[in-house]
């Protein structure tokens, strides 16, 4: 037999050799595919479990304001509690947010804004205040009434002078009618321990009330006509706010505090009563209706995916506390 003849069992080996490997090689790939297809499967049903979920928070977040809508003849209640700032439950937005809704609702009797509050942001509560006196007038026969809790102090009280009457019990703290700006020094500290501030800037007077940096008689004087125009403001505020009411002491004024019983006889507030009796003795609708804007899921999940960026200046916090 010739020697160049092929051997053709060795080639049938070689072929089923070959073929077993493409086959193989296919069965990893289809597996591979497989195992994809699966987790791309879990992947898109957790997104619709998770958007679903999130679409029922939502819902029942308004839940209380869709009830409102089909409720009867009721007394619209606004929660203002905590410190009036722009980045807290107490904002000027979910304030006016939630008076806007309940303004709204043609089955309201009255308006409770419930405050317990030790004060803020002047201007904060200065957006609360004007847009109270704008409601009021496009809605004259709904009345609007402060009720205080525990304390209504500052920018809380600059928010209740806007109402028609204010109420309080006797044991609550009301007033603290004056603006303040607190900071730290810290320049004896530095000296202590050999630190040097190194502070540059363009502009004479950048480093205004600079922790750091000794507190000099301009930044004072400064800082005086800054509080003084303010504190002008939130005397003028209380003042129209509640008119002849208030009696002529000018230690309304002066920053202190008053208990609900003191407040009565200064003209700070109208009368005792809390937020029920002020319902169904006043209003004459018991039914309450809460009107408080709710920070819901979706809201706080938004916050915490995005990335929020604050650059603060080195300036004391100026507040109505």
């Not at 319902?279 to 920070?295: K, L, S």
Request: negative net charge.
């Amino acid at each position: 037999m010739s020697e160049n003849l092929a051997d053709p069992s060795g080639a049938n080996a070689a072929r089923a050799a070959s073929s077993q490997l493409l086959v193989n090689q296919l069965a990893k790939e289809f597996l591979a595919e497989q195992r994809a297809s699966r987790r791309w499967g879990i992947v898109f049903k957790s997104l619709t479990v998770f958007w679903l979920f999130l679409f029922l928070l939502a819902y029942a977040s308004r839940h209380e304001e869709l009830a409102a809508l089909h409720a009867g003849r009721h007394t619209a209640l606004v929660d203002i509690s905590g410190v009036i700032a722009a980045d807290s439950q107490a904002s000027a937005d979910n304030i006016i947010g939630s008076l806007r809704a309940a303004y709204r609702n043609r089955n309201i009797a009255g308006i409770i804004l419930r405050i317990d509050s030790p004060g803020g942001s002047p201007v904060q509560a200065g957006y609360v205040y004007d847009e109270i006196k704008r409601l009021r007038k496009l809605h004259p026969d709904i009345p609007l009434y402060s009720v205080i809790v525990d304390t209504c102090a500052s920018g809380g009280y600059y928010i209740a002078a806007a109402a028609d009457k204010i109420f309080a019990d006797k044991a609550s703290l009301v007033g603290s009618i004056g603006v303040i700006m607190s900071g730290f020094g810290f320049v004896g500290a530095m000296e202590k321990t050999g630190i040097e501030r190194r502070l540059l800037h363009a502009g004479e007077n950048k480093g205004f009330m600079d922790s750091f940096s000794p507190l000099s008689d301009e930044d004072k004087q400064h800082a005086g006509v800054l509080l003084d125009g303010i504190y002008r403001q939130f005397i003028n505020v209380v003042k129209e706010g509640r008119g002849d009411r208030l009696k002529d002491d000018d230690s309304i004024f002066s920053g202190l505090v008053w208990t609900g019983e003191q407040s009565l006889e200064l003209g700070l507030i109208d009368a005792l009563g809390s937020a029920d009796f002020v319902a169904r003795e006043v209003i004459g609708a018991e039914e309450i209706v809460n009107y408080t804007y709710q920070e819901n899921y979706i809201d706080r999940l938004a916050r915490g995916i995005g990335t929020r960026v604050a650059e603060k200046l080195s300036l004391p916090e100026l507040a109505l506390y």
